[in-house]
């Protein structure tokens, strides 16, 4: 069984930089598109950015895009965002998953955007 397990959040203020890591354990996702996504308070979650298995290719959500990067390392089985640019709206809990269907969600990573 594949577990994910999201880190690297905390408290920011904004403007500042983040940069989160999701290792997967159980399985290898090196053949899988792969996806960061967040939950804010009291919204559901949202897609925030994906890469294809090989890592060429990039996309974003337009509130993330030009601020955020994701990029992947196989051999080592983790998926990173780097988050600048941070604003008080990213606050949320991240998480990483592949591309539907998704494996089973890890617990997230806490972002708080606040001066």
């Known amino acids: 069984q594949v577990q994910l397990v999201e880190s690297g959040g905390g408290l920011v203020q904004p403007g500042g930089s983040l940069r989160l890591s999701c290792a997967a354990s159980?399985?290898?996702?090196?053949?899988?598109?792969m996806g960061w996504y967040r939950q804010a308070p009291g919204k559901q979650r949202e897609w925030v950015a994906r890469?294809?298995?090989?890592?060429?290719?990039?996309t974003y959500a337009d509130s993330v895009k030009g601020r955020f990067t994701i990029s992947r390392d196989n051999a080592k089985n983790t998926v990173y965002l780097q988050m600048n640019s941070l604003k008080p709206e990213d606050t949320a809990v991240y998480y990483c998953?592949?591309?539907?269907?998704?494996?089973?969600w890890g617990q997230g990573t806490q972002v708080t955007v606040s001066s």
């Open positions: 998953n592949k591309n539907a269907p998704f494996y089973s």
């Open positions: 159980g399985s290898s996702f090196s053949g899988y598109g």
């Open positions: 890469i294809t298995f090989g890592g060429v290719t990039t």
